[in-house]
């Protein structure tokens, strides 16, 4: 995002094109960490976003479990 832009127009890269892959190659080695890291959770529950009704489900039951 704005640290690659900021970065690109100080190192002198105007390539609009070139700032774009650039932002797109971070965000994806970003996502990648985060994956990484919540995946050292055993219990991690993986879910479709687009899952509303299980998405519901398990927080109904976390909800409802006894802590």
């Not at 832009?5 to 650039?22: K, L, P, T, V």
């Not at 050292?40 to 509303?52: K, L």
């Amino acid at each position: 995002g704005y640290r690659e832009f900021f970065q690109a127009m100080r190192n002198g890269e105007a390539s609009r094109n070139g700032i774009a892959a650039h932002i797109a190659r971070d965000c994806q080695l970003y996502a990648k960490r985060q994956y990484t890291f919540f995946r050292s959770f055993g219990n991690v529950h993986w879910m479709h976003p687009d899952d509303e009704s299980g998405i519901a489900s398990l927080v109904d039951a976390y909800r409802n479990s006894p802590r």
